[in-house]
Every structure is written in C-alpha cells, then in structure tokens.
C-alpha cells in the first residue's frame, strides 16, 4: 500500500509532530509528492516573521500565492518603523492579510501609523484621508484573538467588523497627546477630582453589533464604554479610568437583539453553535469577573463606582497615582472596607500592590447568606520594640529591617 492511498487525515497525523520543526517539514515536503500536501499544510499553519528571524520575504510569498496563505492559522509579524526601504514590506503584508482568512491568531507589531494594512489595497488610496476606508473588506470567520498596537480608527474598525468570532482584542498602549488622564504624582488621595477632567481621546465607533462574543480586552481604559456591551469577563486597562467612565458603562444597554442579528448574518461559515441566544448575551453583560486597571482618581471614590458598574467582579487589581503611604487613616480603610462588601463575589483584592484579605463574617441568624469582612494590608507595621542596649549589632540589623517587613508586621484591621 502506498502512501498516496492513505487517508489524508492519518498523513496529518503522522507529521504533526513535526509542526514546528520547519526545516523537517521542508524537506518533508520535498522529498515526497505524496507527503507534500500535509506538509504544506503545516508548515504554513503557525508563521512569526520578523527581521531578527530573517524571515520576512515569507510576506510577499504569502501575498503572491493565494493557496498557502489560505492555510495559515497563526500568524504574527514584527515589523520595524514604516520607513521607505522597507514599506515594500508593509504592502505586501497587507495583500496576505486579505488572503489569510481562516486564520484563528493574528498579532501585528509593527509601526501604529500603518494601520491602513488592515484595509483593503484599493482603499490604500485612502489611508490618509479623514473618512473611513473603501468597502470590500475580507471577512475573518475564525478568527478568534487579534493583538496590535494600532489606535481605534477607521481600517481598525472596519476590520474588527468582519471578524465575527473574536474573543480577545489586545490594543496599543501608546498615548496619544489628546489621551485621558494626569501624569502620575503624589497628590493627596482624598483630594477632589477636577471639576473638568479632560475628555478622552476620539476614536473610531464600533457599532455594538460588531464582535459580540469579545470576553477578553487589554487597552486603553477611555474604549471601555464602547466595549462593555459585549460580554467582557476579563479586562486589563491602561490609562485613566474615572468614574465618568463607568457612568457610561453602568447606564449602557447593550443592543443585544442587533449584535445576535449581525452575528447570524454574518456566519455563514462559522460555528453556528457559538452564536448566542439574546438572552445569553444581555445576562453575559454584567458578568465582568476579572478587571485590572489604574485611576488617578481617590481610590475609595472609583471602587464606589465600579461596585455600581461591576458588581459581580471577583478578582480586581486597582493602582493609582496618589501617595497612600503618608495618608491611610481609619476612615480611608473603613470606606473601602464597606465598599467591599457590596460586591459578593470578589474573592481578590488588590490596591496600589497592597493586598487585601476576607474573611467569613459571623452572621446573627443561620438563614440569612454568608458575608464577608474584609481586611485592611499592612500599611504601617507595628514597630518592633527597641532592643537591649546589651544585645548583638546583627539583632538591631534585623529589627531594622522589621519595619519594611509587612509579612512579619500585619495589623489585623477589620470593619
């Protein structure tokens, strides 16, 4: 029996332990006819180009044969500034992005003024103008994970709507001059936020029925409002996030009927099993479990507002740019201690690296649900008692240095 009468599906199991041995999957591919095929198949499934690699003339072999970029299911490129000498490069990989429409991972790191590669190459006429690109995108079925360091503008946008099965969407961390939020200091941390915070930064609009299963986002804290009718569950931001933000994120319906339409509409070779029902989508919106993220707001004010906008967060980690070292009173700590509690699934707790504990509350009558009391980090530790004059030097080192130890200082505060 020959190789070539073999199913195709035991060739690809044969070979896939070699996925990402690409020299044995070259010579695979070269050494059989019968082979080629899967080969070809798995040496162009998982791709990360990039100059340090030396492998960058993939892209335009990808842009110029239709039928190995169709195979690609992982792809990431590192592409250094848009400079002249290498744009050629740039084109290209925007004629194999249109091609590679069933991948599942896409991560672009390359310049973040050359988010026109998204678009379509006869929108590149366009790139530069104000308006949103020309139609005609490809459409990204599968696609499920997409990293870049592109801002939200329109080829963005677009982009994002023809990928109706994304689930995680990591955006650039570069501030532009326009973007929300102070630089960081040490004001008082119970000072009054300014009476006219800045405005955040314009960006494209992505319309809420565009990536409806999107559970998982790290970028820029001002496009949460824009993203929270999805059914996010874990979010890492960026920036600045007030409570004027999520104002808009607890007052937002999300339009759950025209995200499912949309989705339906545009599924034609997905899973239809992962379309969700309406009712799915509206109770997912308020199952945000995981945030981090940083304020330069008084903390106590912005935990108040995320209770109301989250409260069904069960891990939060929240830095801040204000001095907590000089100012924790009773009342700070009695404050965020109650806030706290409104949220009964939080389980982990952190404030400017300073964690939090719980612990069971003794309930009055055994009817009534568990709560929990929360307990204050160790932010000035007990001083340890001055030692005898008669002790050793290396003893007085070691209770020196006690008081930085908060392991071995806790202050049991508990409201």
Not at 40 to 52: E, F, K, P
Not at 159 to 184: N, R, W, Y
Not at 191 to 219: D, F, N
Not at 367 to 378: D, G, R, T
Request: glycine fraction near 4%.
């Amino acid at each position: 029996m020959g190789l070539a009468t073999l199913p195709v599906e035991l060739l690809d199991a044969v070979l896939a332990p070699l996925t990402y041995n690409h020299a044995a999957l070259s010579a695979v591919a070269l050494s059989c006819a019968a082979l080629n095929p899967s080969a070809t198949r798995l040496l162009y499934r998982h791709l990360s180009l990039s100059a340090y690699g030396r492998n960058l003339s993939l892209v335009h072999l990808l842009a110029a044969r239709p039928d190995l970029a169709k195979h690609v299911r992982t792809f990431s490129a590192h592409l250094d500034d848009a400079q002249p000498a290498i744009l050629p490069t740039y084109s290209a990989l925007q004629h194999a992005l249109r091609l590679m429409t069933n991948l599942n991972s896409l991560a672009l790191y390359v310049d973040a003024s050359a988010s026109w590669i998204l678009s379509p190459p006869q929108a590149e006429s366009g790139r530069k103008a104000s308006g949103p690109p020309s139609p005609g995108p490809a459409f990204y079925p599968r696609l499920e994970h997409l990293t870049c360091n592109f801002p939200l503008d329109a080829h963005l946008s677009s982009f994002l709507a023809q990928a109706p099965s994304l689930i995680s969407l990591t955006l650039s961390s570069v501030h532009s001059d326009d973007d929300a939020g102070s630089e960081p200091g040490h004001a008082d941390a119970d000072a009054p936020t300014p009476a006219h915070p800045k405005s955040p930064p314009r960006h494209a609009a992505i319309p809420p029925s565009h990536i409806p299963l999107l559970e998982a986002y790290t970028g820029p804290a001002y496009l949460l409002p824009t993203l929270v009718s999805r059914p996010l569950k874990a979010v890492h931001l960026f920036g600045d996030l007030t409570p004027s933000l999520l104002a808009v994120c607890a007052a937002g319906a999300p339009f759950v009927d025209e995200a499912v339409d949309h989705l339906s509409d545009l599924s034609l070779d997905a899973d239809t099993d992962r379309i969700p029902s309406a009712g799915s989508l509206s109770a997912a919106g308020a199952e945000m479990q995981v945030m981090s993220a940083m304020t330069s707001v008084p903390p106590a004010q912005l935990l108040e507002a995320l209770a109301v906008a989250f409260p069904n967060l069960i891990c939060l980690r929240l830095m801040t740019t204000r001095a907590l070292w000089d100012l924790p009173d009773m009342a700070f700590y009695t404050r965020i201690a109650a806030t706290l509690s409104k949220m009964p699934r939080l389980s982990a707790f952190e404030l400017a690296g300073m964690h939090w504990q719980s612990r069971p509350k003794q309930s009055s009558s055994p009817v009534e649900p568990e709560e929990k009391e929360w307990i204050s980090p160790p932010v000035s530790p007990r001083i340890a008692a001055e030692p005898e004059e008669e002790e050793e030097e290396e003893e007085d080192d070691e209770l020196e240095d006690r008081d930085y130890d908060f392991d071995g200082a806790f202050l049991d505060w508990s409201y």
